[in-house]
């Protein structure tokens, strides 16, 4: 075929070879006239080539040139027709239109030996006679032109060392594109799941379980060719086309199998298999309404691709669940659930209409085959999985109704209801300033600004700052790191009292500036307010942090106590005594008072100290007093000086006391 198709003048020097025999002669220059075997661009453009032809001939041969551009892979054509006259009719135009590209169609293959013979009686010179009773492989599986169904050669395996590389080599054997096995496929595969999990080595044999599995499987895989499908799916002369689409999932895997139902003009009715598909489940658990969920998605996915590629428009399609849950999810709004069931039930909606689901009992799921899994010499006798339930040739009166979807729905979206609460943004960043004197000059400054801006020109405030202005910017700073610190307390007690928390033990109130207090009883007590009901505050605010180090740079640096008993005349801060610690040892000039003390390194032992001997074969001696002894208790006892005489054992540290009277 690529020789066949040749290349453009300008395009030959991309395929110039030098070539010459020996080094001493000259250089010869081949170009190559044609597509080039093994060139990235060559199957592209001999396809193209071959696809242009039935462009070509759209307007006066429409049916010729779709069979070309649609009917052919590669350069192998499968095509047919409903009877022997338009087979024929095709051979002969679509050799005529292939043979003026010098594209000559051989090697023909039929199941009807009329049209062979017809190709006989034109001479075709190139057209080599296979017969209807050989077999050939279309694709990749084997085709019996005689009974017009496909066919699978499996042959025996005699490996004995089994391990997880033989085991999927053999499972790689098994080609079927269709997946018409997959209800065995499946069974191959969930034991080669089973073999990863163990973490095995390539040529590790397998443990005992997993290798009698195998061994019973691949034991029976010879029962699959005896199966024969079909390769028309149609009755004779189909006047309605259906197609039933069922899916299903176990915990081990999920799948879908697609049927095309046809009926005749006198009411017969058959049903066909078209495909199937199956996959494992993750290994990460899933709950079975989840994967029901993904073999449903895996079912419409399956039937949008034949309907591409089928370019089949049937009457109707019917998705067919035995999961009432998925069902009950494709009929609500996606943004109900959660997001794993809400992308997927988006996808379904987009591509299927909800009302063409419908509830299939479980016994009459052929899907569940799939999911499952079936034995290979099961498999050729299951009726239900190659023709579908026995009512979908029946009239649809008597077809499952739809249920009722009445259970609880699982994967719902959880409804939180907020409640915000604004505060207002802060006219200067605690972050940006180190000195709470001058932030509290600043934040005045900005505030008379506000004052003045609302005054009237008479009543602006003007030249230095007044004690007053200073003290409500103190204030202002400390109602805002009270709502930053204290917000939930503060909403709580705005709605009447803080029941539990860490301020309910000390009873807070708001004063007339809506500054937060400490309760008490201290109301009737000779005292200032600031001290009767002190301001909360929360060390961790980097106002307190601010505070305290302006207190305690006015008290002369001093130590956290007075630090401390300093603050709490007029405030409560919640963790104040680890803050004035903290404060106290960041302090450079308290730290250059108070330096610590160097401790020099000791020296080595003395050598008597440390060689081995008995108790006291090396003492020290040394003397303590005096002391005062008396020579028996009452009174007129006779008081005597006396002296402690201490014997230390050098290795030992054993001590030995006398006492000795003078």
Aim: with cysteine; hydrophobic share 40%; net charge positive.
């Amino acid at each position: 075929m690529y020789r066949m198709c040749r290349v453009d003048p300008q395009q030959k020097p991309l395929q110039r070879i030098l070539w010459r025999e020996t080094p001493d002669e000259p250089l010869e220059i081949y170009e190559l006239d044609t597509v080039t075997y093994g060139t990235s661009a060559a199957p592209y453009l001999a396809i193209r080539c071959l696809y242009q032809l039935g462009v070509e001939i759209e307007k006066t041969n429409p049916t010729i040139a779709n069979v070309i551009q649609n009917h052919f892979y590669v350069d192998d054509l499968l095509s047919g027709a409903d009877t022997i006259e338009e087979a024929i009719n095709i051979v002969t135009e679509i050799s005529k239109v292939l043979n003026t590209a010098g594209f000559r169609l051989r090697k023909w293959i039929s199941n009807n030996n009329t049209i062979l013979q017809s190709l006989k009686e034109r001479n075709e010179a190139d057209t080599l006679d296979l017969g209807v009773n050989e077999l050939t492989k279309t694709l990749g599986v084997t085709w019996n032109g005689k009974e017009d169904c496909f066919l699978y050669k499996i042959g025996n395996s005699f490996n004995k060392h089994i391990t997880k590389r033989t085991v999927l080599s053999e499972i790689a054997q098994i080609f079927d594109p269709m997946g018409l096995l997959s209800p065995c496929i499946i069974v191959a595969k969930i034991i080669l799941r089973d073999i990863w999990i163990e973490k095995l080595d390539w040529d590790e044999s397998l443990s005992q379980p997993l290798h009698t599995r195998w061994l019973n499987f691949r034991n029976e895989l010879s029962n699959l060719n005896n199966i024969k499908i079909p390769r028309q799916i149609t009755c004779k002369h189909a006047i309605n086309i259906e197609i039933h689409g069922f899916s299903d999932a176990s915990s081990y895997a999920y799948g879908a199998c697609v049927y095309l139902r046809s009926q005749n003009e006198e009411g017969k009715i058959q049903t066909r298999l078209i495909c199937a598909k199956s996959k494992i489940a993750p290994l990460k658990v899933q709950t079975i309404p989840r994967l029901e969920l993904i073999g449903a998605l895996l079912l419409s996915r399956l039937i949008k691709k034949i309907l591409e590629a089928t370019k089949l428009v049937p009457s109707r399609i019917v998705y067919w669940c035995d999961s009432t849950i998925v069902l009950g999810w494709l009929n609500m709004s996606p943004n109900q659930l959660q997001v794993f069931v809400a992308n997927r039930v988006s996808e379904l909606q987009t591509i299927t209409n909800v009302s063409d689901w419908r509830h299939v009992p479980s016994s009459h799921n052929p899907a569940d085959l799939v999911s499952r899994g079936v034995r290979p010499k099961e498999l050729p006798f299951s009726n239900l999985y190659w023709f579908g339930p026995d009512w979908l040739k029946s009239t649809e009166d008597i077809w499952p109704h739809t249920l009722e979807i009445n259970v609880e729905l699982p994967e719902l979206r959880k409804v939180t209801l907020m409640e915000t609460v604004f505060i207002s943004e802060p006219i200067i960043d605690f972050n940006n300033y180190s000195n709470l004197s001058h932030l509290e000059r600043v934040l005045a400054y900005c505030l008379r600004f506000i004052t003045n801006c609302k005054a009237k020109t008479g009543e602006r405030s003007k030249g230095a700052l007044k004690h007053t202005e200073i003290a409500n910017a103190h204030l202002y700073l400390v109602r805002f790191a009270q709502h930053e610190s204290f917000a939930e307390e503060i909403f709580q007690l705005q709605q009447g009292e803080i029941k539990r928390g860490r301020l309910s033990h000390i009873q807070p109130f708001f004063d007339k500036d809506k500054i937060m207090r400490v309760g008490g009883r201290l109301g009737n007590a000779d005292l200032d307010f600031n001290r009767k009901f002190p301001i909360i505050l929360s060390s961790k605010h980097i106002f307190s942090k601010l505070l305290f180090d302006r207190e305690h740079r006015r008290l002369l640096h001093c130590g956290p106590q007075h630090l401390l008993a300093s603050i709490c005349q007029s405030y409560w801060p919640l963790g104040g005594r680890n803050l004035a610690r903290k404060i106290y040892r960041e302090c450079v000039k308290c730290f250059r008072t108070h330096p610590k003390s160097s401790v020099p390194l000791m020296g080595n032992l003395p050598k008597n100290r440390i060689t081995p001997a008995p108790a006291f074969y090396r003492t020290g001696v040394d003397y303590a007093g005096p002391f005062s002894v008396k020579d028996r208790q009452g009174r007129g006892c006779k008081i005597t000086k006396a002296y402690i005489a201490l014997f230390v054992c050098f290795v030992t540290k054993a001590i030995h006391i006398e006492l000795f009277l003078i």
